[in-house]
């Protein structure tokens, strides 16, 4: 009975080291596998670059592409902002001048005056439209029609 517990122990004792070196045989040769793809991954092939510059080349190109959008658009989100308030000091001085030159259009008609605050060029058309339609000139009680006469533009087409 003692000699069978001996040999029963050592069975399970041979089988419990054939299984730890058997695991170990594969272990140690997923490694050298892992360990060659990995090598390959980085190593490069003559004049072609390895896959790992390959994709950190790509990483870098995308980041790069993306930061460089980013600044424009911010640079150009500035730029706007500077157009934007640059129109409307402008504009400020174009109806500040618009004002100056003919009071009456600057406050009696507004969009008028807005209009002629982007194209200042129309006020002698304004002008000239604005007095047929006006009230008769000099204390002039003629409560004439204004004429039908073309009106006379600053520019021609």
């Known amino acids: ?3 069978t517990i001996i040999v029963t122990g050592l069975a399970v004792i041979l089988a419990n080291y054939l299984m730890v070196r058997t ?10 596998e892992l360990t060659a793809r990995l090598g390959a991954y980085f190593e ?3 004049e072609q670059p390895s896959e790992f510059s390959n994709t950190v080349d790509i990483i870098t190109h995308r980041m790069g592409l993306k930061m460089a959008d980013s600044i424009k658009a911010t640079f150009l989100g500035i730029q706007s902002g500077e157009a934007r308030n640059m129109q409307k000091v402008t504009s400020a001085i174009e109806q500040d001048m618009l004002g100056q030159k003919s009071p009456i259009l600057a406050t009696a008609y507004p969009m008028l005056s807005r209009i002629l605050g982007k194209s200042p060029w129309l006020q002698p058309l304004a002008e000239q439209m604005l007095s047929r339609v006006g009230a008769p000139k000099n204390g002039d009680n003629d409560p004439t029609p204004p004429s039908n006469d073309p009106v006379q533009l600053p520019f021609s087409y």
């Open 1 to 3: 009975m003692e000699l």
């Open 23 to 32: 695991v170990f045989a594969k272990v140690s040769q997923e490694k050298e």
């Open 44 to 46: 490069t092939d003559g």
